[in-house]
Each structure stands twice: as C-alpha cells, then as structure tokens.
T-cell receptor, first 114, second 114 residues
Framework: DSGVTQTPKHLITATGQRVTLRCSPR?????VYWYQQSLDQGLQFLIQ???????AKGNILERFSAQQFPDLHSELNLSSLELGDSALYFC?????????????FGPGTRLTVL | AQSVTQLGSHVSVSEGALVLLRCNYS??????LFWYVQYPNQGLQLLLK??????LVKGINGFEAEFKKSETSFHLTKPSAHMSDAAEYFC????????????FGQGTTLQVKP
C-alpha cells in the first residue's frame, strides 16, 4: 500500500459524458501527479500540482482539467468523453515538487468509455 | 527533449536465470533515471533510481542498474530470477530541473518460467 488513494476504482460511462477522478496523496506530500496509461500511448504524464499550484503540464487535452485543493487532494475532470479516453489513470504523490523526490503511485482508476 | 527507449516489450527467462532489461535514454539535462515495477492490477512501485554519484545503484528485491553515460543506458539486472519477479517494468527519465515530471518508456513485460 503506497498510501495514495484513488476513487473510484472503476468507472464506466458513455461518450460525451463528464467524470471526476479523485486522488488523496500520502500524508505530508505536497505534490500530486496525474498519469494516463493506455495500450496505444503507454504511460503518459498529464499534469503536476505542487501545494495547490500547477507545476508542470504534459500532453493533457483541453477537455481535461485538474486542480489541487487546500487539503492537498486532487481531482482530474474529464469531459466530452471519447472512446479513446478509455485508460487507466494514475495519481502519484511526492513530498516536494522536484525531480529528486520519489513518486508514490496509487492503484489507479480504470475508465471505460462506451 | 527527454525520451526513453526500452528494448524488448517482452522478455522471458527461466527461474534462477539472469534478468536483463534494457533501457536507453535521451536527455538535454543531466539525467535522473528510474526503474518502476507494475504488478497486475496495481500501481507502479519504485525499484531504484539514479540521480548523481555512484553509477551502480541497488534497489529493492535484488535488482540493480548501472548508469552508463557514454552509452546513454540504464539497464536493469537481477542475478537470479524468481517467479514473483513476473511483472511489467518501466524505465523513466526526469523531464526537467524544476519538476518531478517523468517520461516513461513503453514498458517491458517480464515472464519467468519455472
């Protein structure tokens, strides 16, 4: 158990819908990362937050947005869903926001878009 | 820009045999390199990392990796494979100096035969 929790574990929805994925980082960690894992794209970085502020951005679609709240939990919002958005979405957390810090990964949320 | 190439999407070894998983990287900043393992239906777990200093790094579960700058490689090895090592392995490189963003390779699935 990494200490990072993600809810829900599974999510099945239809095209065009909007979903919210939630992540609670390890106690004391200030930075949260979101990654997408799919068969065709592999494991791709989406976005990083550090203490409530956006720190780095990857190839995140405009239909996707994220935020980190004052209690440090984070949410990833996916809207106008397409079949190709079906993937495993991981959240990771680290103590600080730099490259030295180990990232601890949650178990993931598996999103299926029908 | 940073990138990672893992040679071989599938590697099969016999129990007790040497494990060698290959990783080559490209980085425009001094590389920080990581190996993660993903067991079925779980998140990623850090095996080991190289930031600075000793080029031979030891990790958990008997794995080690050697950073070779001249070859831009960071291959993962284990002298004797165990059935429990069967998993997917990801090599990653840091993206920049001020972020923990990671660029992952496509992954290598390790099969261990009895």
């Amino acid at each position: 158990d990494s200490g990072v929790t993600q809810t829900p574990k599974h999510l099945i929805t239809a095209t065009g819908q909007r979903v919210t994925l939630r992540c609670s980082p390890r106690s004391g960690d200030l930075s949260v990362y979101w990654y997408q894992q799919s068969l065709d794209q592999g494991l791709q970085f989406l976005i990083q937050y550090y203490n409530g502020e956006e720190r780095a951005k990857g190839n995140i679609l405009e239909r996707f947005s994220a935020q980190q709240f004052p209690d440090l939990h984070s949410e990833l919002n996916l809207s106008s869903l397409e079949l190709g958005d079906s993937a495993l979405y991981f959240c990771a957390s680290s103590a600080a926001g730099g490259p030295y810090n180990e990232q601890f990964f949650g178990p993931g949320t598996r999103l299926t878009v029908l | 820009a940073q990138s990672v190439t893992q040679l071989g999407s599938h590697v099969s070894v016999s129990e007790g045999a040497l494990v060698l998983l290959r990783c080559n990287y490209s980085s425009s900043v001094p590389p920080y390199l990581f190996w993660y393992v993903q067991y079925p239906n779980q998140g990623l777990q850090l095996l080991l990392k190289y930031t600075t200093g000793a080029t031979l790094v030891k990790g958990i579960n008997g794995f080690e990796a050697e950073f070779k700058k001249s070859e831009t490689s960071f291959h993962l090895t284990k002298p004797s494979a165990h059935m429990s090592d069967a998993a997917e392995y990801f090599c990653a490189v840091r993206s920049g100096s001020n972020t923990g963003k990671l660029i992952f390779g496509q992954g290598t699935t390790l099969q261990v035969k009895p």
